[in-house]
């Protein structure tokens, strides 16, 4: 085999067929078109990051001898300590009692996905996801190949054919996911009973449970659900004894540029993860680690408020111009937090096609909903993000895509 007529594909490892584009992180390109009214990208709007704040402390880091050298050496793989200790007493505000050497920073949560898919997840293991669920879970996931199945909140499915499926495929439910708080997609914020329900499968099937909680901070309005490793914690006793990871972040309420994020959980889980992490990339910048500390320690809560108000207004406008302009046959949910509405459009439209139409008759973006399955994919789905748009921009797109919903439906 030469050079000039080798494939690159016939050298990849049979895991790299599973590794594909994210339709989000394309959708994105078209926020630099300023003519395009985009709800495609689930990101924080930049207009609300507190840039004085990284600023002064990148500054002051840097002024510092001592602390400048810190800050540009290597460290060790579970995280710049005071930032651990930071973040396990934010956890008991959620009701999770712990300390430093239950935590692991990560390089985001997205890393964290990453580590947990490689160390639960053998060749034809079966990864329990909601439908819809995060597409980046699956992404993350999908390199260490195992089969999907739908997991059931509300119903009654048994364990026992859970396990069956799994058994059928050639392994084990290796794992449960699932964003409980204001879900990417869907918006919806998971039940206590159906959170208890997972435990109790969780525990049959003897399996860990993934708690992503990166919107668990922008509750809007009605009352907050325990966290899933709360609730476990109550069952067994202490951390030590639960099966839950619960996957954090400061990107929806700091900033993400600096890609800092954590896994809090047993010691024996975390210690794993560790090791992960010494493979991976032997730890997260050190600057960024000892910036985000002191940025959370200055601003978290009154940052988190200013974010909480911003976005209130924003998924109003959102539910609002859909209640004014999509037609009969259009639903919708009403998040009572995080960043993102989930349409459902008549059947027999695909949200594909519409997008494809939006952007060149209404210059309006979204995210088809199919990317969201693991399996049983649903087209006619779609996914608005209210999180980067002024309560304007939202109606005005929200009308021009109404009227396009509209024409399709009547053609149909």
């Known amino acids: 085999m030469t050079s000039e007529n080798a494939s690159w594909q016939d050298r990849f490892a049979s895991r790299a067929s599973r590794m594909n584009a994210s339709e989000i992180r394309e959708l994105l390109k078209l926020l630099d078109q300023p003519d395009v009214i985009s709800y495609a990208g689930g990101i924080p709007d930049p207009a609300l990051f507190p840039t004085d704040v990284f600023a002064k402390a990148y500054a002051e880091i840097m002024a510092d001898p001592a602390k400048s050298a810190q800050a540009l050496q290597y460290s060790v793989s579970e995280g710049y300590l005071p930032l651990r200790r930071w973040i396990a007493g934010h956890m008991a505000t959620v009701g999770v009692p712990c300390d430093e050497n239950n935590i692991v920073i ?10 947990i898919g490689k160390l639960f997840l053998s060749p034809g293991d079966t990864a329990l996801v909601t439908a819809p669920t995060y597409l980046g879970a699956l992404q993350a996931f999908n390199a260490y190949e ?15 054919s859970y396990r069956e499926t799994a058994a059928a495929r050639g392994g084990r439910v290796g794992l449960a996911y699932l964003v409980p708080d204001f879900s990417n997609p869907s918006g919806e914020t998971v039940s206590l009973a159906a959170r208890e329900g997972l435990l109790d499968l969780a ?4 399996c860990a449970v993934v708690e992503d909680a990166a919107y668990q901070a922008l509750r809007y309005d009605g009352e907050r659900v325990p966290s899933i490793l709360a609730l476990d914690i109550a069952r067994s006793g202490g951390i030590e004894n639960t099966r839950t990871l619960y996957c954090g972040t400061f990107s929806k309420t700091l900033a993400p540029a600096l890609r800092v994020g954590w896994v809090c959980g047993a010691r024996a889980a975390i210690a794993k993860i560790v090791l992960a992490k010494q493979a991976a990339d032997l730890h997260c910048a050190t600057i960024n680690q000892m910036v985000m500390h002191r940025v959370a320690e200055e601003t978290y809560d009154k940052q988190v408020a200013r974010n909480r108000e911003v976005y209130r207004e924003r998924r109003d406008a959102m539910l609002a111009a859909l209640a004014r302009h999509m037609p009969a046959g259009v639903t919708w949910t009403k998040p009572e937090g995080g960043m ?3 349409v459902s459009l008549p059947e027999g439209m695909d949200g594909a096609a519409l997008l494809a139409r939006a952007i060149e008759e209404c210059r309006v973006a979204f995210v088809p909903g199919g990317a969201f399955y693991g399996e049983g994919r649903q087209e006619n789905r779609l ?14 797109g929200i009308a021009r895509l109404g009227g396009l919903v509209a024409r399709m439906a009547d053609a149909a």
């Open 146 to 160: 195992p089969c999907y199945d739908t997991l059931v909140l509300e119903g009654n499915r048994t364990p026992e």
């Open 383 to 396: 996914r608005l993000s209210y999180s980067l748009s002024t309560p304007e921009q939202i109606e005005a």
């Open 203 to 206: 525990g049959a099937l003897d």
């Open 106 to 115: 990560t390089a985001g949560s997205q890393q964290a996905l990453d580590f």
């Open 340 to 342: 993102f509405v989930w």
